[in-house]
Each structure stands twice: as C-alpha cells, then as structure tokens.
C-alpha cells in the first residue's frame, strides 16, 4: 500500500521534473542545425599569389589591388626593390554563391587576364553529412600584349595565350588552421625558349594559421614536376600575413615571384628566394555588395 | 484475496491514471512557433546594421507562464554578405556558440485569460544567453489572442559589451554599443 503512494508520487514529481525541463529541451531540438557548411577557411580569395578555395557570395564584387616591388637584394640604390614595382588590377564578382568570374591585368607582360572559378563541394558535417574538404575548380587564361622588340615579327594572337587548369582542394581542420592543395596545369600556346615545355605541371600547397581574429600567417609553394634541366625558373614560394579590417583584407607577403596570375608564377617564377630575390607586396582587398 | 486491498490498488491505479490525464492535459497548454523572428538593429554613425533570423523557435506554457525560445546564430540574414561573415566568425563566433537562447517566466500570467480573444501585455523576466554569457532580462511583449493563436511582440535593447562580444577600435563608428533587438512570434497550439 504504501508502495503504492510512493510509486505514485514519484511517478507524479518526475512528471513535474520533466515538465520544467521540457520545454528547454524541445526548443533545443527544434534549432538543431541540418548542416554546418565550413566558412571562411581563408580570409581571401587569393593565399598570397595563388587563388585560395574561398569564393565571393552572390552580388559581392571583390577589387583587388595587388602590388609586388623590385628584389629585396637588389641594393640601397633602388631602394632594395621599393624603386620598381608591378601591379595587377582586377576584380572577382559573386554570380552565385559557388560560381565567380574575375578579370585583371598585369603591368607584368602587360597581360590581360580573366578565370572562372567553381565552387564543386562545400566542406561540412553535422545532420548526417560529413564532407571532409571543399573542391574548387579554376580555368584561367592570360593574353600577353606585350609589343614585339623586333617591329614586324608580331607573334600571334594564339601564341599569346596561356591557360591554366587548376583544382583546389581545401580542408579547415580548425578555426585556426586550414590548408589547401592545387594540382596545377598550365598551357602555353608559344614557349619562349625550346627546350621549355608547353605544360607545365604542378602541385600548389598552402595554409594559413590566424594569430588572432584578424590577423593570419599565410604562405604556400608550388611545385614543377616537369622543369627541364637547367631551366632559369624556380618553384613559386610566399609567405606573408592576412589584415582583416572591416570591409577590407590586406595581404602583406614576401615572394620570389613578380607576377600575381597563376601561368606566369606557378611557370615563369625566376627569382630564387633563398638567394635574396625576394620580392615584398601587398594585395589590397575591397568588397563591395552590388546585388543583395 | 482481501476484497478491500484490491480496490484501494483500483483506486490507486485510477489516480495514476487521472495523474497522468492531468499532464496530458498539461500538454495541451504548450504553444509554439517554429518560425518566429528575431531582428536586431545597430545605429552606429558609419553605417546602420540590420539582421533577421526567421526561423527562431519559441514555446510558451500559458498554464505554467514558462517561456523559452532558441536561435542558430548562422540563420541570421544581412544585407551584405561580408557583414554576416564577420558577424559569425569575428563577434558571436558562431563555431564555439551556435545558439542563442533565452528562458523565462510570465510574471503577470494572472491578468491574461489565454483563452479569451484580447489584447494583453506580457511581462517576461528570465535569463537570456548569448556568446556564452548569460545575463537577466525583463521585457514586455505585447500580446495577441485570437481565434486559438498567440502573437507576441517585443522590443528590447542588448549592449554588446554585457555579453563579451569585443568590437576592435577600428570599426567603432560601424557597429552601436546597444543594439535593439525585436522578437515577434506567432505561437500555434502544439499538438501533445
């Protein structure tokens, strides 16, 4: 009998338990979130010179100012390389969250340049989805405009073309630490010197560490596989650090090479880094939200 | 068998019954929307800041007068994408806490008739989570009912600095120390 009382009380006061807590309980699990797509793996959408995975939402445009001065070693007279500079304008635009197209152009071989840029997966875990990395698939292709030395020998407009293939693979492993890979094939239409090939592949890898909310330290390497023997070009090597302000991100980076479009560093680098043919530059990032 | 034990055990076992009649009945008192919207505003003299969440959840009790409600802080919407960018990574840090949530009683319950049609003013006080912080809050919510459905509407003001959310020194003039913070839900019967 008393059993009973007390089976029914119990019965009673849990239910009273469960009443108050309930409630918290059943709104948590309304608010469950079905995915959580990685964002911001990198703060631009350039690592230092090379394109990172990060693309621009719908409607954003992206102006980007870069800017790389002469060699490091190249003396008090030039000022150790401030004197010289070469320059890339361009823009990124948003056409939807995943797709974005860009054009620029170089003082570098005075080029012009355009890529399309596909966002194929989103890294993500949380409602049953797990997806370890993010793949973004990159085409460019730069026209040089430089004007022949020798009047009347004009090369083609084909031979002026290059293209580049690119696949990024990226992973964010933690707030703080991300790191990507970029297989790399470039095509030139015309080589400069025989023995040079016409594809070049190569393996691109970089990461990023924040050092605080605002501020990373950025660097990545690309590798040639099929440099020939005796070639005067050298692996593309930057490091450099990430400024977040408000709606701008300033990049400011040591490398070895000049140009800041994938065919001419990934392939036309020169400048040996551990010899002092360091260049220092900057990118300048502004975004601007023209559709919403 | 004692006739008289076998039915005070009937007896009891009604009363389990009845008991647990009564917290299905209980559970008829549950309200909920599972779209609610929450918005906050920042006046700052650089630029003004607007963000709406529409899918906050939200359950009032009107037998008990509890009140609770949840948000994923990445459902926030802005205008610009880059402000929503920075938003979850640099000042809610929506990675280390996805969710704000606010849990709380209605004081005046006694002066509402939930049952009945009419206008009423709701005071709230709980405690509301953000960041991680949790601090006490007190609102008053205009409340709504009519045919069945509970709309409720509040304004009230958050300061940034209370819930450790630090803003650099840089974009002072772009982001407001209060921001004020509106909450409108339309609250359905739930089904038990």
Same mark, same amino acid.
């Given at each position: 009998?008393? !059993?009973y ?15 108050q ?23 631009? #959408? *350039? ?40 320059? &890339? ?15 620029? *152009? ?23 989805? /797990? ?6 698939a990159l ?7 430089l ?8 090369? !083609?407009? /084909?031979?002026?073309?290059?293209? #580049? ?18 297989p !790399? ?41 099929? &440099?020939?023997?005796? !070639? ?37 680098? #020169? ?22 | ?11 009891? =076992?009604?009363?389990l ?24 505003f920042?006046?700052?003299?650089m ?18 007068? +509890? ?8 459902? =926030? ?7 929503? +960018?920075? =938003? ?6 929506s ?59 509040? @304004?009230?003001?958050?300061? @940034?600095?209370?819930?450790?959310? +630090? ?7 772009n982001?407001? +120390? ?15």
């Amino acid at each position: 009998m008393r !059993s009973y009382i007390t089976i029914v009380l119990l019965i009673s006061s849990f239910f009273r338990v469960s009443g108050q807590e309930d409630l918290m309980d059943l709104v948590e699990k309304e608010t469950e979130a079905e995915s959580n797509y990685a964002e911001q793996t990198f703060k631009g #959408t *350039r690592l230092v010179n090379g394109h990172s995975i990060e693309t621009r939402k719908k409607g954003v445009l992206d102006v980007i100012i870069g800017h790389r001065f002469g060699r490091l070693n190249s003396g008090g007279y030039e000022l150790f390389g401030l004197d010289d500079s070469q320059a &890339r304008l361009g823009v990124d635009y948003g056409i939807t969250d995943r797709l974005n197209a860009g054009v620029g *152009r170089s003082s570098f071989e005075k080029t012009f340049d355009g890529f399309l840029k596909y966002k194929i997966v989103r890294q993500q875990n949380g409602g049953g989805r /797990n997806v370890p990395l993010s793949v973004v698939a990159l085409t460019s292709v730069a026209l040089n405009t430089l004007k022949s030395t020798t009047p009347g020998n004009e090369p !083609s407009f /084909n031979s002026r073309l290059t293209y #580049t293939y690119q696949a990024i693979l990226a992973r964010k492993f933690s707030p703080s630490f991300s790191f990507q890979l970029s297989p !790399s094939w470039v095509h030139r239409n015309a080589v400069p010197q025989s023995q040079d090939p016409n594809d070049v592949y190569a393996l691109g890898a970089g990461g990023r560490l924040k050092l605080s909310k605002r501020l990373s330290l950025n660097a990545e390497y690309y590798y040639q596989f099929n &440099r020939p023997d005796g !070639s005067l070009t050298q692996n593309s090597f930057a490091v450099g650090f990430d400024v977040e302000t408000g709606g701008h991100v300033f990049q400011l980076h040591f490398t070895n090479s000049r140009a800041m479009i994938e065919k001419a560093f990934i392939a036309e680098t #020169t400048g040996d880094f551990f010899d002092g043919d360091i260049h220092f530059g900057f990118n300048i990032s502004r975004t601007f939200q023209l559709h919403e | 068998m004692d006739f008289k034990k076998h039915s005070s055990m009937k007896i009891f =076992f009604i009363g389990l019954l009845l008991a647990g009649l009564a917290t299905s009945v209980s559970g008829q008192s549950k309200y909920i929307d599972r779209q609610g919207k929450a918005t906050f505003f920042s006046s700052a003299p650089m630029e003004d800041i607007k963000a709406q969440n529409d899918q906050a959840v939200s359950i009032i009790d009107t037998e008990s007068g +509890e009140v609770v409600a949840s948000m994923l802080m990445r459902s =926030f919407n802005f205008r610009k994408a880059l402000m929503e +960018e920075h =938003f979850n990574e640099n000042y809610v840090e929506s990675h280390k806490y996805p969710k704000a949530s606010f849990k709380g009683k209605v004081t005046n319950i006694g002066e509402v008739d939930f049952s009945k049609d009419g206008k009423y003013t709701l005071v709230v006080s709980g405690e509301i989570t953000l960041h991680g912080i949790t601090r006490p809050l007190t609102l008053k919510a205009n409340a709504v009912i009519r045919n069945g459905a509970i709309q409720a509407h509040a @304004v009230f003001p958050l300061t @940034v600095k209370d819930f450790e959310i +630090e803003v650099p020194r840089l974009v002072i003039n772009n982001i407001a +120390e209060v921001v004020e913070v509106t909450v409108s839900f339309n609250y359905q019967k739930m089904n038990p």
